[in-house]
């Protein structure tokens, strides 16, 4: 019933740009927290960001300054802008809603 779809995700050169996108159904997550989390080649799952429902924001220190996340609540979508992109920023990128987790969108920064 609840569907999260991942999109955005591609082929960047450092210092490119990518906006991922988390198109939620099924359920309205207006007032529910979200996030994105990444899980790099060979790493564990990593926390990258939350968006409260009511605005507030937290970044994992790594990404603080070149991502920003952000909610459009009347699409019930969940967006993450990535700036700056480094090598290390390569990973697979899911959001998460409650419970309900995406299949990803694979990020890769390379020359």
């Known amino acids: 019933q609840v569907q999260l779809v991942e999109s955005g995700g591609g082929l960047v050169q450092p210092g490119g740009s990518l906006l991922l996108s988390c198109a939620a159904s099924?359920?309205?997550?207006?007032?529910?927290?979200m996030a994105w989390y990444r899980r790099a080649p060979g790493k564990e799952r990593e926390f990258v960001a939350t968006s409260g429902y009511l605005g507030t924001t937290l970044y994992n220190q790594a990404v603080k300054g070149r991502f920003t996340i952000s909610r459009d609540n009347a699409k019930n979508t969940l967006y993450l802008q990535m700036n700056s992109l480094e090598p290390g920023d390569t990973a697979i990128y899911c959001c998460?809603?409650?419970?309900?987790w995406g299949q990803g969108t694979q990020v890769t920064v390379s020359s």
């Open positions: 099924g359920r309205n997550f207006s007032a529910t927290n």
């Open positions: 998460s809603i409650q419970e309900f």
